[in-house]
């Protein structure tokens, strides 16, 4: 037998490459550096030093598992011992049946007459392994194979051995152990003794293992395991090795939970892992936590990653008063990677059987979803109970796109008696509508064709809109014509109404302005025409057809000046801005005109520098008016972010109003409108407001204020405070936030109170439970649907991070009412 040995703590690197024998020497197939071979005269037998070990760093594995067949046992959970395997655990199948290791290579002794054939220099050892000689890829399209230990024997061509520290690393896989044995003829590796095994990302711990590294089939005896992508880990009795990306273990655990915290973990008899399709398979499962079992399957899946897979979503459990108990089970289909169905059976013990079809689509130029409910022969209503749901947006290429959004309800209740979200509860309009748009630089063409299904409350009955079938609308700009801009908007509206007057409407607002600024001001004329044109339908209306033509004038000038200050012993530069807009347009009689769209604009920093003091076309306001405006910013003086904004700003009549929305609405006599003022922006670290009051100097008192301030110093801790007011009408209080509470606790909160009714209008409140690998939450929410109604929503839910989600989800709830809120375990 041929044999060659290195000399004591000597490092090689081999290259096990295709048969090629080097005759001179008598080496098997290795490629070794030639500057490593140094011929050395016969010597007398050196005992080599024992092998060194590299002591594993300790890992609490998740509790061995009992077998599927085995009654569940409460586990008691030490704070940082594994919890020991129980007694009736089936002993683990040997390993597959392997050559016997002469008692020379299982005990590596010294031979009798060693041939001393090489040694290495006498330079210090390559810290990365990379830097060592790469050898040839030998033909066949085997990848050659690295090892390195204390020591490594060679016998004859076919085998290789190798003690203490031994690593073979082939194609980005490596294996670790105290002793290794490579059979070249069959690739297979035999290891023992701390193996360690990175494949795919992922890292095997155990005693023993067997592996053929071109068929990549073997096992590995009570390994530890775990899957770097996702954080998971776990043990088994047994692991197989059943492809390049394949494992199954038996009697094998799961848990996404760091070493040493056993909250939760995944157990079963069998477990299948794909890494090329990133998915677990687990037969006779039950999920633990906290030592009890919560729930059983005989089979299941569950995404190794983020990425999305079919199977079903955890059930959801809750009652109500009209509905009884109800289980919902959802199927989540993923069809292909821009595909997918979420298929849901909702059991209503008092109405019947609901199921919800929910299909999404991605494209590159386009996507929707549709949704379907389907309630047949509802046992409480006592008729078929339905919901449709299409929305489709999609972009045709040359400026082209278009949309649809269609919605549809069998009856009015239907929302109050099925939804399950309170907020959906009190939808009074569902749009059936469809757009086409054309954009072309600054030409801009839109189509909408516009209808609504209105759901009546029997107690407070509400008017339902117009239709618009079709509404076309065109705008067009030039820029810089001999200094001047140009534009036009052109709209053509056919208003129909079930009960009140319909017709057609054209208009046309063509304008030119001459915009003049310098660095500190600017100027900015402007005239233009309003033209609108009615045609109405007689068998709705005695009114005649009408024309409206009103020219229009406007100036906007301002100026801005900039200083250095100091606020609070910071440094800002601070801007002043005044700025005045003045507006004439003459009186046009509009008192025979009907109202299709059109309102009273609320006052505000926006409205108060346009034209039309109405919303809609159906009216065009007589104006000889000038606004007289003021704003101060402070300005980072090195990024230049705004920190800070005051706004001033009041209109100023000079003659009195004699359009009016009807007829009958009194006009305004007053000379100045109401006061507006402002402040928004950073206040304090962390801290933000929003400020907007609207004061009226003739009567003496506030209008309308709005007060809101958020203070996020990070994430996880947030408080939100407004309170609005209009008079005569409206002053509620809301207050909202989450943060933390003691421990791992954490507080979640809404309260929306109306100081004049007395009443909650909304409220929210719960805790979650941060554990670390899983979060637990309990929320309770209430929505006021009526003068002495409030729904109710109870939310319970377990979310075990990383794997799956038990109960009913209430974060939809949480961003609904807490703006700003984030996820615990984000």
């Not at 999305?308 to 959802?330: D, H, M």
């Not at 400020?691 to 008192?701: A, G, H, V």
């Not at 301030?709 to 409206?730: F, I």
Request: glycine residues 6%; proline residues 9%; hydrophobic residues 35%.
């Amino acid at each position: 037998m041929n044999i060659f040995r290195l000399t004591p703590i000597a490092f090689s690197v081999i290259c096990l490459l295709p048969a090629y024998t080097h005759a001179a020497v008598g080496l098997p197939d290795f490629q070794l550096d030639p500057a490593l071979l140094q011929p050395l005269p016969p010597r007398k037998p050196v005992t080599p030093p024992p092998a060194r070990t590299s002591p594993a760093p300790a890992e609490t594995p998740p509790p061995a598992p009992k077998p599927a067949s085995a009654p569940a046992a409460p586990l008691a959970r030490p704070k940082a011992t594994p919890l020991a395997a129980p007694a009736e655990t089936p002993a683990a199948t040997p390993l597959p049946a392997a050559a016997p290791l002469p008692a020379s290579r299982g005990q590596a002794p010294h031979p009798a007459a060693p041939i001393p054939l090489m040694r290495k220099p006498a330079t210090k050892e390559p810290e990365n392994r990379a830097a060592l000689p790469q050898p040839v890829t030998p033909p066949g399209g085997q990848p050659p194979v690295f090892i390195t230990a204390d020591r490594i024997e060679g016998h004859k061509e076919n085998t290789v051995e190798a003690f203490g520290n031994a690593y073979l690393r082939q194609d980005g896989e490596s294996i670790r152990g105290d002793y290794l044995r490579y059979e070249k003829p069959t690739h297979d590796v035999f290891a023992k003794g701390k193996v360690r095994v990175e494949k795919s990302g992922d890292i095997l711990t155990g005693p023993r293992l067997r592996l053929n590294l071109k068929t990549h089939i073997g096992a590995m005896k009570t390994p530890n395991y775990r899957l770097t992508s996702g954080a998971a880990r776990g043990n088994a009795h047994r692991l197989l090795f059943q492809g390049k990306n394949k494992y199954r273990m038996n009697h094998a655990n799961y848990t996404t939970c760091p070493v040493g915290d056993n909250d939760w973990y995944l157990q079963m008899k069998e477990l299948d892992i794909d890494r090329t399709t990133q998915i677990g398979t687990a037969h006779q499962a039950s999920v633990w936590f906290k030592g009890m079992p919560i729930l059983y399957t005989p089979w299941m899946t569950f995404p190794l990653n983020k990425q999305r897979k079919s199977g079903f979503l955890a059930p959801t459990f809750g009652t109500t008063a009209s509905s009884g108990t109800e289980l919902v089970l959802p199927y989540y289909w993923n069809i292909a990677p821009n595909a997918d169905a979420t298929i849901t059976p909702r059991l209503l013990t008092k109405r019947g059987l609901q199921l919800g079809v929910e299909f999404r689509y991605l494209k590159k130029n386009y996507h929707g979803v549709v949704h379907v409910v389907d309630l047949p022969n509802d046992r409480v209503a006592g008729k078929d109970r339905y919901a449709i749901t299409i929305q489709h947006a999609q972009n045709f290429g040359h400026g082209w796109d278009g949309s649809l959004d269609l919605n549809q309800v069998s009856d009015d209740a239907y929302y109050r008696d099925l939804s399950t979200q309170v907020v959906a509860t009190s939808t009074t309009y569902l749009p059936r509508q469809g757009t086409l748009h054309y954009n072309s630089g600054a030409f801009n063409f839109s189509a909408l064709a516009q209808r609504y299904q209105t759901l009546q409350d029997p107690q407070h009955p509400i008017s339902p809109p117009y239709d618009r079938l079709p509404q076309l609308t065109v705008r067009d700009a030039w820029r810089n014509i001999h200094g001047l801009d140009l534009a036009y908007n052109g709209e053509f509206v056919d208003f129909s109404h079930p009960t009140l007057v319909n017709g057609k409407r054209f208009s046309l607002y063509p304008t030119a302005t001459l915009p003049l600024s310098t660095s500190y001001a600017y100027l900015k004329p402007k005239v233009g025409l309003h033209y609108t044109r009615y045609s109405l339908d007689r068998s709705t209306t005695r009114l005649p057809d009408a024309t409206v033509t009103a020219p229009t004038f406007s100036l906007d000038s301002g100026l801005i000046f900039e200083r250095d200050t100091t606020l609070f012993h910071k440094a800002y530069v601070q801007t002043l801005e005044p700025r005045l807009y003045y507006v004439y347009i003459p009186y046009r009689n509009q008192d025979r005109i009907p109202l299709f769209d059109t309102g009273v604009a609320d006052l505000n920093f926006s409205s108060i520098f346009t034209e039309n003091q109405f919303s809609g076309g159906d009216r065009i306001n007589d104006a000889n008016q000038a606004t007289l405006a003021l704003t101060s910013r402070l300005l980072d003086p090195h990024s230049g972010q705004e920190r800070l904004r005051f706004m001033l700003g009041q209109r100023y009549y000079f003659k009195d109003q004699q359009v009016t929305l009807t007829p009958g609405t009194p006009p305004r006599t007053n000379r100045s409108s109401d006061i507006l003022a402002g402040v928004t922006g950073t206040v304090a670290p962390a801290l933000t407001t929003s400020t907007l009051l609207q004061y009226d100097p003739n009567q003496r008192q506030t209008v309308q204020f709005n007060a809101g301030a958020r203070y996020n110093p990070e994430a996880g801790k947030l408080l939100n405070l407004s309170y609005r007011y209009t008079v005569n009408s409206l002053r509620q209080v809301d207050i909202s936030g989450q943060w933390p509470l003691f421990g791992r606790w954490h507080g979640v909160g809404r309260w929306n109170y109306s100081i004049l009714d007395q009443k909650v209008l909304e409220a929210l409140a719960g805790v979650e439970y941060d554990g670390g690998c899983w979060v637990a939450r309990f929320v309770v929410h209430g929505l006021a649907t009526g003068a002495d109604t409030m729904n109710k929503a109870f939310f319970v839910q377990l979310e075990l991070n990383g794997f799956s989600k038990v109960g009913i989800d209430p974060l939809e709830i949480l961003k609904q009412n807490i703006s700003g809120y984030t996820r615990i375990n984000e």
